[in-house]
């Protein structure tokens, strides 16, 4: 055991000088719920208590999400849309090499883990990508190792909601989470600054 300690702080000391730092995914993930509900309108949360209730449990929610992969990064991008048609928009970037389709399916998951932790009984998914609606459905079969294990985690999740459905829409249905998933992977670092809009 001191030789395994031993080892480790040598490590630590050769990795101190770069200066790396690490930081686990759930941590990021907590961040992104804390955010979106820093940015619900007040009197979606109850006084006392930090879980968001539905306004009317009778309509749905709807979720939009996008994937982008390319040689710059991968992002995803999300967009809830509250029963009374309030939105919440998130622009992530993959920290770790994703292909098209496994970028589609963790902007999905994303967006499920959210729906589900701020309690959505209903919810309608709209995504571009034929392949990750139509496995979801059951018409496609998840035939790629990571996908059957996409799809498996995509089925779990599911389950925690009283009536769920996915439709493939087209591209130009899909364009702020299209825009979103493309600035999380081409303009990250721009992002996490100030960034100032104007309108001429």
């Known amino acids: 055991m001191p030789e395994i300690s031993c080892r480790m702080a040598k490590w630590a000391i050769e ?12 941590s990021v993930k907590g961040q992104v719920i804390a955010d979106f509900l820093v940015e619900l309108p007040s009197d979606m949360i109850k006084q006392g208590e930090t879980s ?3 306004r009317d449990t ?3 929610w709807e979720l939009y999400t996008d994937g982008a ?3 710059e990064g991968d992002g995803i991008g999300l967009l809830l849309v509250f029963p009374k048609k ?11 090499a994703a292909s098209n389709n496994e ?6 998951l994303d967006g499920l883990r959210m729906a589900k932790s701020i309690d959505v009984q209903q919810l309608a998914a709209y995504i571009d990508s034929q392949l990750v609606a139509s496995q979801l459905n059951g018409s496609f079969e998840a035939r790629d190792t990571s996908m059957q294990k996409y799809l498996e985690l995509a ?7 009283i009536t769920f459905e996915i439709k493939q829409i087209l591209r130009n249905r899909n364009k702020k989470a299209n825009a979103l998933s493309k600035l ?17």
């Not at 200066?19 to 759930?26: A, D, H, Q, T």
């Open 15 to 26: 990795l101190d000088k770069h200066e790396i730092s690490f930081l686990p995914r759930n």
């Open 52 to 54: 968001v209730t539905r």
């Open 58 to 60: 009778n309509e749905f």
């Open 69 to 71: 992969s390319n040689e």
């Open 86 to 96: 309030e939105e919440i928009t998130y622009a992530i970037l993959l920290k770790f």
């Open 103 to 108: 970028a589609e399916y963790e902007a999905l």
């Open 155 to 161: 089925k779990f999740l599911v389950k925690n909601f």
């Open 184 to 200: 999380a992977s081409l303009l990250y670092d721009h992002f996490t600054k100030k960034v100032i809009v104007e309108v001429l």
